[in-house]
């Protein structure tokens, strides 16, 4: 199995769209749409973030402060493959549904025995083969891959319903992000934005691809905010990818989207003024794609500090009135608590270490903190109601950065404008919040990275993993270590609870990362329970 490619060593046949040898209606059910509104009060694991709201927050309680300390293996499953594994499982009616790069697999909650598995022949190159997990509705398990194809399989048996090629590695694009299904729309967007895409993010009919609505984080000349990139015309410019979850408040039917940085990287000076959309909170209408309002957080960047997370969504009491609230976060190292009426920023907490971030990078180099792998990754913010806290995995890592002459555009090759060093050393946190005001209530230190998610249940508890390979259950009020399991490989993935008969599980996905944090261990998924005396 070829773990990496380019666009040049796409397959001679390619088929832009493929239609299942049984047709494209599946025979498997459920959750239907309503179950998915609904999710937040569901006690399987029906998004990447739990629910639409991205809460990250269960109703289970069976695992608590008290007994979460007895918690025991229930199952293993190795996939049999030597891919990243960063997934984000879902679960759905006693099922749970896994990916990596090519694979995608339905595994027995409860007992980890395998129900099926498909394996994607790709079309097209692969690019950055990472993939965190699928969507589902209807009998339908959605999701993206490298080689820009999204894909639906049959929930019952794992056949190929449908692919559709919607992202063109040839231009840089590739899809590693978890789509979003909302009624009869799959939502999703290319990662790809250190390849100078020309980021976007697009809806299209779950019954079979064809697409239905693209907004342009990268406006094109005509459009909103072409004005905001005062570069010189020669110079190619671009970004605005889209690769980590995103966010809806159906009331309002407004989609919230995270967009990630401009491209060149570094050279901010050769692309002056705000260069939207890029590392920007974007509220789209959900059904047609327009743009009701942004909030761009980190303007004409030149450290690569996207924004990466739009959620959770929620309401609550700050500045002594009740609000509607949506939380950013980002590679910044910044979380922040903005008003979804006013779309203003009402506070903000730094986790970490801040250093020289209004300092230009230079060709001598700039050494600055959050460095290019810093900050807020791939999992974001968990909430705790009970405490109207929010827990933050994040990775406290600095570099030296510096300008390249003249930035080069060379396809195939990323198009950062410079270079970057990391510093030897880094650092995790997962740190607690008061949401209400921003400030921090406690800090878990981890040596490394902290890259893993975070869950927190009714029960008072917070799941998460650490790079090195323990799954962690912390007391959610105090920061107390209450469990701690070597599951052998290293944590950078999802970590999910939920119920299977009334008896509730916490599943951990454990293996090989991401390319940039490294790490050991090949993909697996680890079920936890507590003993049945």
């Not at 300390?69 to 049999?80: D, E, H, K, N, S």
């Not at 015309?233 to 809806?248: I, Q």
């Not at 003024?273 to 327009?290: E, F, M, Q, T």
Request: charge should be negative; hydrophobic fraction near 35%; aromatic fraction near 10%.
């Amino acid at each position: 199995m070829t773990a990496t490619a380019g666009p040049n060593d796409a397959p001679a046949a390619k088929r832009l769209y493929i239609v299942g040898e049984k047709g494209i209606r599946p025979t498997g059910k459920g959750p239907s749409a309503a179950q998915l509104r609904e999710a937040a009060s569901s006690t399987d694991w029906l998004y990447h973030t739990h629910d639409f709201r991205g809460t990250r927050y269960s109703p289970l309680d069976q695992i608590n402060s008290s007994n979460a300390g007895r918690m025991q293996v229930a199952c293993i499953y190795q996939l049999g493959s030597t891919e990243t594994f960063v997934t984000g499982p879902i679960v759905y009616d006693g099922v749970m549904y896994v990916t990596t790069a090519r694979l995608t697999i339905a595994l027995d909650a409860a007992t980890c025995d395998e129900k099926w598995r498909y394996s994607w022949e790709p079309q097209d190159g692969e690019l950055w083969p990472n993939n965190r997990g699928v969507a589902i509705q209807d009998g339908y398990v959605v999701r993206g891959t490298a080689d820009g194809y999204l894909l639906a399989l049959d929930a019952a048996d794992g056949r190929l319903l449908w692919a559709r090629q919607v992202a063109k590695p040839v231009a840089g694009e590739t899809i590693t992000m978890p789509p979003m299904i909302y009624e009869d729309l799959v939502i999703v967007g290319p990662a790809g934005s250190e390849n100078n895409i020309q980021g976007w993010v697009g809806a299209f009919r779950l019954s079979d691809g064809s697409p239905v609505w693209r907004f342009n984080t990268i406006p094109k000349a005509g459009e909103p905010g072409f004005e905001t990139w005062q570069n010189d015309p020669g110079l190619p410019v671009g970004g605005g990818a889209v690769w980590s979850p995103l966010s809806l408040d159906t009331e309002r039917r407004e989609l919230y989207v995270p967009v990630t940085n401009p491209a060149p990287d570094f050279p901010a000076h050769l692309r002056p003024g705000k260069n939207l959309y890029s590392n920007s909170l974007l509220a789209l209408d959900v059904r047609s794609g327009r743009l009701n309002w942004y909030a761009q957080l980190v303007p004409n960047d030149d450290k690569d500090w996207d924004l990466t997370q739009v959620s959770p969504i929620i309401d609550g009491m700050v500045q002594g009135k009740q609000r509607k609230l949506i939380v950013a976060a980002g590679k910044d190292g910044i979380v922040r608590v903005l008003d979804r009426d006013s779309h203003q920023v009402l506070h903000q907490t730094v986790i970490g270490t801040r250093l020289n971030e209004d300092t230009p990078i230079t060709p001598e180099g700039t050494r600055y903190c959050p460095g290019i792998l810093g900050g807020i990754q791939w999992n974001g913010p968990a909430w705790y109601p009970t405490g109207n806290s929010l827990y933050v995995p994040s990775v406290d890592w600095c570099a030296t950065g510096k300008l390249e002459q003249e930035p080069r555009m060379i396809p195939g090759e990323m198009y950062l404008g410079g270079s970057v060093e990391l510093d030897e050393n880094s650092q995790g946190f997962v740190t607690a919040i008061d949401a209400a005001t921003g400030e921090i209530r406690w800090q878990y230190r981890s040596g490394q990275p902290m890259v893993a998610a975070v869950t927190t249940t009714a029960g008072g508890v917070l799941f998460t993993g650490e790079n090195p390979g323990s799954l962690l259950v912390l007391d959610a009020n105090s920061g107390k270590l209450l469990y701690r399991f070597n599951v052998g490989g290293s944590m950078s993935g999802g970590v999910v609870t939920y119920a299977v008969k009334g008896w509730q599980y916490v599943g951990a996905a454990t293996g090989k990362g991401s390319f940039f944090f490294g790490g050991k261990g090949a993909p697996t998924i680890v079920v936890f329970t507590l003993p049945a005396d």
